[in-house]
């Protein structure tokens, strides 16, 4: 009986191996599908992050959204305090609508 053990087990231990080895294989093939999809990836598609140029004084601007003048600023601060005052004074409607939908002006 216990011969019949040991060849239950030989065989048991056979089946493992073969299915590491399996896996192992797979694995191999998945990774080296992974590196051929990245360096895809990165050849096609462009980055998000702005690209850098160097201006009259040698150093680097990021290129996109340029800064707002001051003035500017300002301009949009009391814009925004004057539409928010208007919204309190307006009662807060949007809250007596009972729903709560967003609403964009």
Known sequence: MSNNRVEQLESTVAELESTVEGLTDELIEAKERIRVLEAE???????????????????AEIEGTPEAAPEEVEEATADADTDAAEDVQSGDEAEDSGSDDIIVA
Not at 41 to 59: A, K
């Open 41 to 59: 990836l990165d050849t096609e598609t462009p980055t998000r992050v702005p690209e850098r140029r160097q201006n009259e004084t040698g150093t």
